[in-house]
Nanobody, 126 residues
C-alpha cells in the first residue's frame, strides 16, 4: 500500500517561509516523479511544483517560480517544498503526489499522479 504523509503546514505572516515535507512508503520511491499541488477553497486543485525521479529536473507553476523550491531525498523516501516570500494567495491545502508510471520527466497534470497524501493546510495572513 502506497502511503504519502505531508507535514510542515501552518499559519505564517505574508513574506514568511514554510517548508513542507512528504514521507513516502509502499513503493520504490526513486522510480517515480513527485509533485506538489494545492487547492484553495472553492477552487480546482492546481499544480505547484514537480520533480523528476532523480531530482535532476524541476518544474514550477508561474505563480510560485522564484519563491518555491522542490527537492527530494531518495535515500529518505521524502520530497520537500520550501516556500519563501509567501503571499495570502498561497493559502490552500497542499497535497503531495506520486507518479503513475516510470517517466524521465515530471508532468504537471493531475492525471499523471496515482497516489496522493491527505493534505497540509497552509495559511498566509496579510
Amino acid at each position: 500500500q502506497v502511503l504519502l504523509v505531508e507535514s510542515g503546514g501552518g499559519l505564517v505572516q505574508g513574506g514568511g517561509s514554510l517548508r513542507l515535507s512528504c514521507a513516502a512508503s509502499g513503493r520504490t520511491f526513486s522510480n517515480y516523479h513527485m509533485g506538489w499541488f494545492r487547492q484553495a477553497p472553492g477552487k480546482e486543485r492546481e499544480f505547484v511544483a514537480a520533480i523528476s525521479r532523480s531530482g535532476g529536473s524541476t518544474y514550477y507553476a508561474d505563480s510560485v517560480k522564484g519563491r518555491f523550491t522542490i527537492s527530494r531525498d531518495n535515500a529518505k523516501n521524502a520530497v520537500y517544498l520550501q516556500m519563501n516570500s509567501l503571499k495570502p494567495e498561497d493559502t490552500a491545502v497542499y497535497y503531495c503526489a506520486s507518479g503513475r508510471k516510470l517517466l524521465g520527466y515530471a508532468p504537471q497534470v493531475r492525471d499523471e499522479y496515482a497516489y496522493w497524501g491527505q493534505g497540509a493546510q497552509v495559511t498566509v495572513s496579510s
